[in-house]
C-alpha cells in the first residue's frame, strides 16, 4: 500500500482517550466507518473481522488476473454521507460519474427502460397502466410517514396504487428479483425506500441516472481506509471470527475466537455483524433480546462474477423478469468501468436472491455455473462460453434484514441489556434498503445517540 497522508476534515482536536479499550466486531463499512472516527477521538480500538481481508459486503477479491469487487457497487450522486466519507479519506479525485442506461428482459426480448421516453414506450404496458405505475412511484417518493407503509405488505400496497395487472407485469417479477419470494412477507416501507434513492438520485442528476465509482473500485477505498485505521493506532484483528462476548464479574468483557487466536479482553463491545450469529455469541444478552434478534429474516444472495474477453450489455442493470431465467439480473460493469481497470476485459456479475435458508446455497459451483452459463447463451445469441476468462461464485447467508411488517418496532435497542454491549448493525436500517451510504449513517448515527454519552467520557 502506497504511504498516505492522513487527511482529517474534522479539524476538532481528539480528546484524550478515557482509558476504555473498545472493541467492533465486523469489518464490513459499517465498522470500518466506527472505528475511524472512534479513533479520530482519540479511542482505543481494536476491529475485529472473521474473514481474512476487510470489507465484508463490500470487500474485493481475484476475479482471473485482475482483483475487482466480489458484490457489484455503484455511488449514487444522492448518497452523501458516502461521498464525505470519500473525500475524508482523500479520495474525492478518483471518484469517477458516468451516465448509465437500466434494460429489461421479459417475453425473451430486451427493453431500454432508462429514461421517461422509453417508460412511456415499453411495450408490455399501455397507457393507463403506464400512468398507474409513474403515479405510484410518484406518490411513493412524496411520503413522508414512511412509518405507515410497514403496516400493510408490499404486494398489497401495490396491488391498490397500481393495480392488478401492473403488478403482476412489473412489480412482482422486479420484487422476485430484488427479494425471491420473500417479498410476500416484506412491508410496502421497502418500496418506498427504494423509490425514495432512486428517485432522489436522479433529481440531483437532472433525471439521469448517474452512478459513480472510485478508481480500482472497493479495493481503492477498503485499502485506504485500512491504512488511515493503522496511522490512527487502531489494532486490526483480521481472520478471527469471533466466537464468543462474554462480561466478566470485573465487568470486562472475553472474546473467544473460533480459532487459534488467544482470547482478549476489553472495556466495551460493538457488534456490527449480522443478527443471525449474535444468540449464540453474545451469551449475556436477555432471551427477549436473543429472540427478537433471531426473529429477523434474513436475505441472502447467491452471485458469480464472470471476466469476460468482452462486454455482455450496453445497460449497467438489466432486470430479468421471465420466470425460466435462473439469475435475478445481468450486471455489466464496463457501462460504468473503464476496461483498461478490468484488464481490457468485463467484469459481468449475476446475481441471484434468496431468503438465507434456500436450496440454492446447497448447489455446487457446477451446477450453478452450468445454468447460469445456459441462460447467457439463451439471451445474448452473440455469447460463446469461450468468452469466459474467470467465473467465481460468492455465496453470502446473511446479506439484508428484510423488512417485514411493524419491523422498525421488533427491533431490540442497540444499547443492549448487558451494560457496555452494543449492536450497531445494518439491521437498523430503517429508512432505506441496504447500502453503503445507509451502513454509514447507522454508525455515525449510533455515535451520535446511544454511544454519545459513553464516547464522550474523557479523563
Ligand atoms: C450483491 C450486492 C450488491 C450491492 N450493491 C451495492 C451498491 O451498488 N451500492 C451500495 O452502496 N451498496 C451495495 N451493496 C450493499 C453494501 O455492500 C452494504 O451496505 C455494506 O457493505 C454493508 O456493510 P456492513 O458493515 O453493514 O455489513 P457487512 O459488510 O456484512 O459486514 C459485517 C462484517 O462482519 C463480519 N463477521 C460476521 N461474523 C463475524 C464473526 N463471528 N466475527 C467477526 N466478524 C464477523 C463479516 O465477515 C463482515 O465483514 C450491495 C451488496 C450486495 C451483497
Known sequence: MNAQTLSTPNST?????????????????????????????GHDVTLIEAAPVLGGLASVWNLGDIVWDRHYHVTLLSDSRLRNLIAEIGLEDKMKWVETKTGFYTGGKFYSMSDTKEFLSFPPLNLIEKLRLGGTIFYASKIKNWKRLERITVEKWLRRWSGNSVFEKI????????????????????????????????????????????EGGYRTIIERMEEQLQQLGV???AGCPTSKVEKGTDGQFTIEFANDEPDAKFD????????????????????EEKQKFSNVSYLGIVCASLLLKKPLSVY???????????????????????PQELGGNSVVYLPKYVPAEHEMFEKSDEEVKESFLSALERMYPEFTRDDVLAFEISRV?????????????????????????YIVNSSYILKGNLNVNESITIAEDAMETVLKSELQTTV
Open 171 to 214: 412489480w412482482e417479477p422486479l420484487l422476485k428479483c430484488k427479494l425471491g419470494e420473500a417479498y410476500k412477507k416484506t412491508a410496502a416501507s421497502f418500496i418506498w425506500a427504494h423509490t425514495s434513492r432512486m428517485y432522489k438520485a436522479r433529481r440531483t442528476g437532472l433525471k439521469k441516472e448517474m452512478f459513480g465509482y472510485v
Open 397 to 421: 447467508r446473511n446479506v439484508m434484514a428484510i423488512p417485514t411488517l411493524r419491523y422498525s418496532e421488533s427491533l431490540p435497542e442497540m444499547k443492549s441489556s448487558v451494560d457496555g454491549l
Open 13 to 41: 482536536p481528539a480528546p484524550a482517550s478515557d482509558g476504555k479499550k473498545w472493541a467492533i466486531v465486523g469489518g464490513g463499512m459499517l465498522g470500518l466507518t466506527l472505528a475511524m472516527r472512534m479513533a479520530k477521538q
Open 235 to 237: 489494532k486490526i484483528k
Open 316 to 338: 449497467y442493470v438489466t432486470n430479468l423478469t421471465d420466470d425460466w431465467v435462473p439469475m435475478t439480473a445481468v450486471i455489466e460493469m464496463t457501462t460504468i468501468v473503464d
Open 268 to 287: 466495551r463491545v460493538i457488534m456490527t455483524t449480522p443478527n443471525a450469529i449474535l444468540d449464540r455469541v453474545c451469551v449475556d444478552l436477555s432471551v
